[in-house]
T-cell receptor, first 116, second 116 residues
């Protein structure tokens, strides 16, 4: 069964460093998302991406964050200069679009980011 | 803005018994989906069950069913004949329709343990 895959599963970085989290969405999906979950808190929406551009973003997704679909298969989240409060589990998700869309998002296993 | 509240951080149930997980939400929208997602330990979130707000009939998927009370903004999940594999975090989630991005708003989750 097709899956969303994410790499790395865990990354430790120093504050101020750049981090890129990678995701391979399900191949026929057209909408892509990043969510994050700080330990003990809710899963929060960061950004959605469709047709090679951001379709919606939350207030969390500030100028330190960017997303890209560089090669038609990967979907990346870049954090330019990490802060301690960026430590979280980051989930990638994808979904179909159009009339066959049931609203279901397919999630990856997550990438745990630890900022020291 | 939408909010989703899960008032039970942790629950446990004996194998083969029935358990109900609570969820309430707040929205001014009329067209939306509600979901229950399951996240087993160290695995990705997967969809358990979905309810369209315009449908009065409660959704059912095998041992999983919901009690959707639109006026009360309540959306509980009932798991019948609990199995050890049901041990997981369960997230209630809301999706507004028509925004074109399929963004989910999550509750904080309920950790369910099925006891042999």
């Amino acid at each position: 069964e097709p899956e969303v895959t994410q790499t790395p599963s865990h990354q430790v970085t120093q504050m101020g460093q750049e981090v890129i989290l990678r995701c391979v969405p399900i191949s026929n999906h057209l909408y892509f998302y990043w969510y994050r979950q700080i330990l003990g808190q809710k899963v929060e929406f960061l950004v959605s991406f469709y047709n090679n551009e951001i379709s919606e973003k939350s207030e969390i997704f500030d100028d330190q964050f960017s997303v890209e679909r560089p090669d038609g298969s990967n979907f990346t989240l870049k954090i330019r200069s990490t802060k301690l409060e960026d430590s979280a589990m980051y989930f990638c998700a994808s979904s179909e679009a159009g009339t066959e869309n049931t609203g279901e998002l397919f999630f990856g296993e997550g990438s745990r980011l630890t900022v020291l | 803005a939408q909010t989703v509240t899960q008032s039970q951080p942790e629950m446990s149930v004996q194998e083969a018994e029935t358990v109900t997980l609570s969820c309430t939400y707040d929205t001014s929208e009329n067209n939306y989906y509600l979901f229950w997602y399951k996240q087993p330990p160290s695995r990705q979130m997967i969809l358990v069950i979905r309810q369209e707000a315009y449908k009065q009939q409660n959704a059912t998927e095998n041992r999983f069913s919901v009690n959707f009370q639109k006026a009360a903004k309540s959306f509980s999940l009932k798991i019948s004949d609990s199995q050890l594999g049901d041990t997981a975090m369960y997230f209630c989630a809301f999706m507004k329709l028509g925004a074109g991005s399929y963004q989910l708003t999550f509750g904080k989750g309920t950790k369910l343990s099925v006891i042999p």
